[in-house]
């Protein structure tokens, strides 16, 4: 069983390579039963999405 | 270079653009971008050099942008590419430094996890609803800003040399002189950081429940 410290370097490398089927299917259990992976899951990718968009200016335009 | 020496050198011809032969505005994006190249090249001489043709290259086209934002993001888009360039011409710069300090950035794991590896209850994420809202918002930027910009050094650089620059994994190892594991773990910590510190200063100011 995966710890939250483990899920989190999976989530972490599953930005930079494909991972494999043993892993996404330690992560998947994981990510059922734990909500702050689960959440931390989905902020990881939109910390690349806001990064790309920082590197477009996106911040320049902001206004509210 | 100087702005003077630019200037001699007639590079400014954009008159009209809101601009970048400005002397204040050109002394703060210059400065800016300085910082920017330097922590990512390792050197004064190397960051001088990106910048310098950054600028000239940005001053050559300069007529091309009507706003000081566009500007802004046009000029560190020549400088991204001068980075990456001067990166991969000249591979291996820190390699003891960048073992050092990723010994002293393994503290941040204890603060977040238990011995057991499982979230220590304060430091669990929070469910952010939907955050690509935030994307137009400036208080969530003056946010990302200063938690990008307290990153450790080599999380700052390899973060930035990856979602900024956006380099490859096998070509940021060549130029940082580190092993695809290094690379991941220091990449982990990165998202982390930054992850819990736009928790602390974004989302929970927000006043949201979580």
Redesign the interface.
């Known amino acids: 069983m995966l710890n939250c410290q483990s899920v989190t370097r999976l989530v972490s490398e599953a930005q930079e390579r494909r991972l494999s089927v043993s892993e996404k299917m330690g992560l998947k259990v994981h990510l059922m039963m734990c909500s702050g992976c689960r959440n931390f899951s989905h902020q990881i990718p939109f910390l690349r999405q806001a990064m790309r968009a920082f590197a477009q200016g996106e911040n320049e335009k902001a206004t509210k | 270079m100087t702005f003077d020496k630019l200037k001699a050198e007639g590079v400014d011809a954009a008159v009209g653009a809101p601009s970048i032969s400005d002397p204040e505005l050109l002394k703060s994006l210059r400065s800016q971008m300085l910082k920017f190249a330097h922590l990512q090249l390792g050197d004064e001489q190397s960051a001088e050099d990106a910048v310098q043709e950054a600028l000239i290259g940005a001053l050559k086209n300069a007529a091309a942008f009507r706003g000081?934002?566009?500007l802004?993001?046009w000029v560190?888009?020549i400088l991204?590419n001068k980075i990456a360039d001067s990166l991969r011409q000249k591979k291996r710069l820190g390699e003891a430094s960048a073992l050092m300090q990723e010994r002293e950035e393994q503290e941040d794991?204890h603060e977040?996890?238990n011995a057991?590896?499982?979230?220590e209850p304060d430091e669990?994420?929070?469910?952010?609803g939907n955050?690509?809202e935030?994307?137009?918002?400036?208080?969530?930027?003056k946010v990302?800003?200063l938690c990008l910009e307290a990153l450790p050094g080599q999380q700052a650089r390899v973060f930035m040399m990856?979602?900024?620059i956006?380099l490859e994994?096998d070509e940021i190892c060549a130029s940082v002189g580190i092993s695809t594991s290094n690379?991941?773990v220091i990449?982990?910590r990165a998202?982390?950081r930054?992850?819990e510190c736009?928790e602390n200063n974004w989302h929970q100011t927000k006043g949201q429940p979580c």
């Open positions: 000081h934002a566009a802004k993001t560190f888009a991204k794991l977040l996890f057991k590896g499982f979230w669990r994420p929070a469910a952010w955050p690509q935030a994307l137009h918002q400036s208080q969530f930027w990302f800003e990856r979602e900024y956006e994994s690379l991941n990449m982990h998202r982390l930054l992850r736009l």
